[in-house]
């Protein structure tokens, strides 16, 4: 019954910016820590970033300075905006949260493509 929902991918220019959004429902027990993750075709999964329940953030090297998550508490939703994108950063975004039971969770995934 758990359902997370990521929108917000799609097509940006090199130096552009996305906004992806990953909505949380149906979740009986409190969500601890949400994170984004990607990954690339032929490359291994890789954090992006994670946000504690109390609003700790934690970045890869490789999009620090550029990429800010966030999270709303009151409507389950995290967010990750993405800005000074580069042709690297194409890859498949999903969402992934925790709750209290320690049980994890993942979207679907949405395709983020920067081009040159």
């Known amino acids: 019954q758990e359902q997370l929902v990521e929108s917000g991918g799609g097509l940006a220019q090199a130096g552009g910016s996305l906004r992806l959004s990953c909505e949380a429902s149906?979740?009986?027990?409190?969500?601890?820590?949400m994170g984004w993750y990607r990954q690339a075709p032929g490359k291994r999964r890789e954090l992006v970033a994670s946000i504690t329940r109390g609003g700790n953030s934690n970045y890869a090297d490789s999009v620090k300075g550029r990429f800010t998550i966030s999270r709303d508490n009151a409507k389950n939703t995290v967010f990750l905006q993405m800005n000074s994108l580069k042709p690297e950063d194409t890859a498949v975004y999903s969402c992934?949260?925790?709750?209290?039971?320690?049980?994890?969770?993942w979207g679907q995934g949405t395709q983020v493509t920067v081009s040159s």
């Open positions: 149906g979740f009986f027990f409190n969500i601890n820590d």
């Open positions: 992934s949260i925790t709750d209290r039971r320690l049980r994890t969770y």
